[in-house]
């Protein structure tokens, strides 16, 4: 029976990335594609032990673990997500994020002899924002709003200046990501300790190979495209009516959850503070430079609603993935696709780091052909506990590279959000786009498992 699972969960799992390219709604395909794969498993008498809170009849019981994900997801760190996204609505509505933006970007005008160095260093400075603005797309519209003038002014083309911004959210770290919120949660991590455990000591270097390559690759296909740089009058630097002191807002909640994390003892009761509680007091603390700054309580009351209209966004988006990608991954648990893997792998010789090898090049592939980190880490993230317990080996050892797998593959993907908004307002094709970022992303891949698995 787990040689017929696993068979069958193989195929599901191509026609789903079928389904997916042609821009299917994932959320359908990865529930129904679920259910499909846990019914089969019922047909054929496989274990359900994954199956949660039976109602007494297995067909109920399909329908019943979606009730039991989305109570689960949307209490938990679904919750945590929502007043993300809430937050970083709520930051571009008054103007936050550009003063961040605006504020980060202004050094580079002093590279204007080396423009590639420019755009390599626009890198670090970019994640670190991402992880203040935990949105792909939104951060890169921002940049492009921003930094792009700056870069083509100093002499690069558009596709490099592009493709550096969106370089800046290939490592989808922080405690602010969700990405980081469902692999801390898979491994019993809080997200602190996975992002200065684990994340940080990874991502370091792997900026460094980051910048390196793309400095090269750039000016490589610059010069054999034959760009010339053009005499732009652009205003790099526009003023903002948002206030200077408005940059640190984005911020804070990051900075809050540094300070009273468990690495640092600066209180003589320890201080616990979770990354919901941190927006909902930096929601707070926003709110008063607003009275503040407009001196009108009523207008500054109207604009929260900005903060749950962008939770239900988040909802409806990010939170509805998270759970149709729980039921896939309980889909290809219960078809034996798991214990396909490992028996597939142990007979072929895999250790434990062959394996993780082999699932972070598979999520790698998924979100290219997906356009989507989160779908792809979503999907088979929950798969990494059993397979740890079963190999006996941590479960940070195999989810960090895969869970970075997934934000690098996506910047690949010509269908991903980032990619065509992005390249859409720069006025390049996203294909283009896609094509410049494959070679420094792919190396950058290579050298991540690489570094993690060996050194």
């Known amino acids: 029976m787990l040689i017929i699972g696993s068979v069958i969960s193989i195929l599901i799992v191509v026609v789903v990335a079928k389904l997916l390219i042609k821009k299917y709604n994932p959320q359908s395909v990865l529930i129904i594609s679920g259910l499909l794969m846990m019914a089969i498993a019922l047909i054929l008498g496989m274990d359900m032990s994954t199956m949660k809170e039976p109602t007494g009849w297995h067909f109920f019981d399909l329908f019943n673990q979606i009730k039991v994900s989305l109570s689960n997801k949307g209490a938990k760190v679904g919750l945590m997500i929502m007043t993300i996204g809430g937050y970083v609505a709520y930051m571009k509505k008054i103007g936050a994020s550009e003063a961040l933006v605006y504020a980060s970007m202004k050094p580079l005008s002093i590279f204007r002899k080396y423009p590639y160095l420019a755009a390599s260093i626009v ?77 940080l000591p990874l991502t370091i270097p792997m900026t460094m190979v980051l910048m390196i390559s793309y400095y090269f ?150 979100s290219i052909l997906m356009g989507s980190g989160n779908a792809s880490f979503f999907s088979f993230g929950p798969l990494v506990p059993e397979i740890a317990a079963k190999m006996g080996i941590e479960g940070a050892r ?18 991903a959000g980032v990619i065509i908004a992005t390249s859409e307002i720069a006025g390049i094709k996203p294909y283009a786009l896609a094509k410049r970022n494959l070679i420094p992303l792919s190396v950058t891949a290579v050298m991540m498992i690489v570094v993690h698995y060996i050194f």
């Open 398 to 415: 195999i989810i960090l590279p895969m869970q970075l797998s997934s934000s690098l593959g996506r910047a690949i993907s010509p269908i």
């Open 217 to 366: 690759v750039n000016r490589y296909f610059d010069k054999k495209e034959n760009h010339k740089p053009t005499q732009l009058e652009i205003d790099a630097f526009k003023k903002i009516n948002t206030p200077k002191i408005y940059s640190i807002l984005p911020m804070l909640p990051l900075i809050m959850l540094i300070i009273f994390s468990p690495f640092f003892n600066l209180f003589p009761t320890p201080i616990h503070l979770d990354t919901t509680t941190a927006m909902i007091i930096s929601l707070f603390v926003s709110m008063v430079f607003e009275i503040i700054r407009k001196r009108n309580l009523k207008e500054v009351f109207d604009s929260i609603k900005t903060f749950w209209e962008g939770m239900g966004k988040v909802f409806a988006s990010v939170i509805t993935l998270i759970i149709s990608a729980e039921i896939f991954s309980l889909g290809l648990i219960n078809l034996g696709f798991v214990d396909g893997l490992i028996a597939g792998s142990q007979s072929l010789g895999f250790s434990p780091v062959g394996i993780g090898i082999v699932m972070s090049v598979l999520i790698f592939m998924a």
């Open 123 to 199: 890198i670090p400075i970019g994640q670190v924002l991402f992880m203040c603005i935990p949105s792909a797309t939104g951060l890169g519209l921002l940049l492009v709003a921003s930094i792009f003038p700056v870069l083509v002014n100093l002499g690069i083309s558009k596709t490099s200046a592009v493709s550096v911004i969106t370089a800046c959210t290939v490592f989808d770290m922080g405690p602010a990501s969700a990405n980081t919120a469902r692999a801390s949660e898979l491994i019993g991590k809080t997200n602190v300790q996975y992002f200065m455990e684990d994340q």
